[in-house]
């Protein structure tokens, strides 16, 4: 085997078969502890909240302080990870967040608890683009390429729900803080695996200067600012109301930042730009960022909904909630199997329409889960259903964006990509929030399912938004074993360029 020293100077994809399926489960741990994150904290939070005395509308900052800078960052990580060396910046996101999930551990005070959260958040932020990066890499024949992604991509979705189970017994039989110095001890383990093990990519041979210039600082900041502001928006939207200027006057901020971000990507050079406005013209890229708003907004709010009622309505125990969540994380394994046959045997537009279809069957049962006695026949079936489309849909999605990118934007894909994803779970859950919040202050009162229901029609509705845009906008142009059609094509291009003379590629200019 080769020594240390000589792995870091043999290209990613020429590793052993053996050290890249090492890498990948770690990859896939660390995108299973992103998702963590989020979940583990459902079950943590009603302790924290007593033994902190943190109000109903402070605790939600709990979840919303690691989505914001999550979401926020992420173009900037993506950014670094494409410029810089993507596995140090995966290590510095993995310590980040080990030694800030220690410290959240220990503290015993509502805001620094919150400030600690925002900075697991950054360490996060780092760890996801970089991962797809050096996914990208370690993984260049398409085939194999678009298995790897969508193993990284299940353990999101296993993460989401394992997680609300492990965090459920820390609390159940241990103490909360154990929540936090779990995600210490297994980030810390993660970052210093890949640092021992993993290859470094091919480093640029721009200069320093030239590489810093083009991280775009003005252009990410701005950008950063904006998502921050829409982020802050919509969470306190469901706690103050949606009338009130402490929601209005950052959700108008943000959106006029965003247009000042997209006039300077477009007015300076394209090497220079962050997002340059040519993402945005790949085939399909549009509305496959759209579709990737929906995942996590789908199991965000399907948890939302269901868990206070299961725990405070029905007085379930945390353990029993989390039992009774076990299908939207445990269907998502194997039908992550049934998703790559399928995207090899179909175009991914039609891959994406089954899921959808799906998602769209299995949230139609759940407003008719309206009490205890009924979970086995709508809400059982429902996540099993929904959970399985949902998959589909999420796993699909991420392959086909690489498939119709080239490798060199890997990172700024990857992070767009999660920004998505993180934007929709916030956005979605705070829009359930307030459906639910105003149906029940006139329909039965917080103990009502009519709220929830609403909720739930909410989710229907916008299923079948998606599903129509993926049918009508979405071109059919990306073939089974995603991505193969594609890279047959640039090496053509290669090839027929190389066989130009020099006064032939002049005569072609």
């Known amino acids: 085997m080769a020594s240390s020293g000589e792995l870091k100077r043999t290209a990613p994809d020429a590793q052993p078969k053996f050290l890249k399926a090492t890498l990948l489960v770690i990859f896939c741990f660390a995108q299973f502890l992103d998702a963590f994150n989020n979940s583990a904290l459902f079950a943590a939070i009603p302790p ?15 979840i919303s302080a690691y989505q914001l800078t999550f979401a926020a960052l992420l173009l900037s990580s993506g950014r670094l990870s494409d410029l810089y060396n993507p596995k140090y910046v995966f290590v510095i996101g993995m310590f980040l967040m080990s030694f800030c999930s220690l410290g959240a551990g220990f503290v015993r005070n509502q805001i620094p608890l919150i400030i600690l959260r925002a900075f697991m958040g950054v360490g996060a932020a780092l760890n996801v683009p970089s991962a797809m990066n050096l996914i990208i890499h370690l993984y260049t024949e398409p085939g194999s390429q678009s298995k790897a992604l969508g193993a990284f991509a299940g353990a999101a979705a296993l993460g989401n729900v394992i997680g609300l189970i492990i965090g459920a017994s820390f609390v159940s039989f241990v103490s909360w803080p154990w929540v936090f110095f779990f995600i210490t001890i297994v980030s810390f383990v993660l970052g210093l695996a890949i640092f021992a093990l993993a290859p470094s990519p091919e480093s640029t041979t721009d200069p320093s200067k030239s590489r810093f210039r083009r991280l775009d600082l003005p252009g990410v900041s701005t950008l950063t600012v904006a998502l921050v502001l829409f982020i802050f928006a919509v969470t306190s939207g469901s706690v103050s109301g949606w009338g009130t200027a402490r929601v209005i006057a950052p959700l108008i901020l943000s959106v006029v930042l965003v247009l000042v971000f997209l006039v300077w990507e477009a007015h300076i050079p394209e090497e220079l730009a962050a997002l340059p406005p040519k993402v945005w013209k790949y085939e399909n890229f549009g509305i496959l960022i759209a579709v990737s708003l929906q995942p996590f907004m789908w199991w965000a709010s399907v948890q939302l909904l269901f868990s ?9 125990s945390t353990i029993n909630t989390a039992v009774h969540f076990l299908p939207l994380g445990l269907v998502s394994f194997p039908i992550m199997g049934v998703a790559t046959v399928l995207q090899q045997k179909f175009p991914l537009k039609w891959v994406i329409l089954v899921g959808e279809s799906l998602v769209f069957i299995g949230t139609f049962l ?3 889960a309206t009490s205890k006695d009924r979970y086995w026949h709508f809400a059982f079936p429902g996540f099993v259903i929904g959970t399985a489309g949902m998959t589909i849909v999420f796993a699909t999605t991420n392959i086909a964006l690489f498939a119709v990118t080239p490798p060199e ?5 990857g992070a767009v990509f999660t920004c998505s994803l993180q934007l929709g779970s916030a956005a979605g859950a705070a829009i359930i929030t307030s459906i639910q919040t105003s149906v029940q202050l006139n329909h039965g009162g917080p103990d009502s399912f009519d709220g929830r229901a609403a ?5 229907v509705a916008f299923t079948a938004a998606e599903a129509i845009a993926v049918l009508c906008f979405m071109r059919d142009t990306v073939p089974p074993n995603a991505g193969k059609k594609i890279e047959i094509d640039k090496m053509k291009d290669i090839v027929r360029t190389s066989s130009l003379s020099t006064g032939e590629r002049e005569g072609h200019a």
């Open 409 to 413: 934007v890997a990172g700024i894909v």
């Open 455 to 459: 909720g739930f029609w909410f989710l």
């Open 48 to 62: 924290i909240a007593v033994d902190l005395n943190i109000s109903n509308s402070t605790s939600v900052w709990l």
């Open 308 to 316: 206070w009622l299961y725990q405070e309505v029905y007085g379930w």
């Open 366 to 368: 759940l407003p008719f």
